[in-house]
């Protein structure tokens, strides 16, 4: 049997020594140069990080946090996940059998710490990136340890790093409580409360979901733009366990499908004072990146009237919360489901890779030709899911440096 010729990946290639030498030179001290770093140890992170070292590359993944999947440990006890068990599992790994369909928050962390154990993942804690700058052929990446460096980074800090509130006028005048939707915590806590949530897109859903099964005294929903929202069953069938298909139609049927399926399943939302929606929700997924909404309690609770919804906030007073009409309501809480931010000005923003809101211009397998090795992952919600487009987009990194090494 003949023998494979071994390739040369670029990691290894004529002369990469020397330039690791030059660029010490020029910075404090450094560690051994790697094939890649990957920064976050996420669910992208951890996808990315596997499927490069399967391919040869030698990696390591940067996590500033001092376990994995903080985020998830902060957030609020009831939390699941909006996908189905089968399609929100890292490559190659499962749930153990009992695992819901729509698994809780617990079985995210086991499953992320199972993944990385079983795959012996090289990850280091307590290092948190401050900025990466590219040089010659290498990238380096300053963190709280020093500099290190690398041939490619993915940067895979996930797009829900920041929790983001609206300076909202007069919102430190406020008598209230204001809060972020990742803050939401118990929902009995809020049992006899006035509670205005904020936000209709998939935030805002997760939360009334919850609150729709409390007794509060009053509950609003302030709504700017109509959601695009899908129930998480039909009848015994999963509506996440479609979205393979969905994701393959063009986003004109797809954005056509959904509606026409919300239109069916929940009827006509304006009626109950829900805002249309600015354009479909594949559309809006592509275009500004809003995830679909997942009904479980909270559009049977606005049709009973439990929920009011009412217009965007106009500004706080001490009181109360002036809305866009003019009228004031006075809620004891707001939860802000307003989104998140990157946070990546800081790491990479003097190198014109983000959009005006901090996203990344480009992401998964494509890169910007001006800046070799430099890869995002995760930045993007999709209609898989996160776990499934993790997979998709580490597979697609993979093969992009493989195939640059050859």
Known sequence: MSRRPRLRPPWFATGASMDVGELRGQTE??????????????AAGLAAAHALIKAGVPTI???????????????????HLNTHRDLSALPGAGYPAGTPAFPARTAVIRHLNDFSQAHSLPVEFGVAVEEIAFKRDHWIVQTNTGPRLARHVVVATGRDRQPFIPEWKGAGDFAGRIIHSADFGRAKNYAGKKVLVVGAGNSGFDVLNHLANIETRNMWLSARNGPSILPKRIGKIAVHRLSPFMARLPLWLADAVMATTQRLVFG???KFGMPKAPSGGASRLTSDYTAIAADEGAVRAIKAGKIAVVPAVREFIRDGVILGDGKMIAPDIVIAATGYRTGLEQMVGGLGVLDGKGVPLFNGGEADPKLPGLWFTGMRPSIRGCFANASIQAKAIAQQIVGQGR
């Open 61 to 79: 993944i940067l996590e500033k946090e001092s376990r994995l999947a903080e985020p998830w440990h902060r957030r609020h006890e009831q939390l």
């Open 268 to 270: 006509d939302l304006t």
């Open 29 to 42: 001290e450094a560690s051994t140069s790697h094939g890649a770093i990957v920064i976050g140890a996420g």
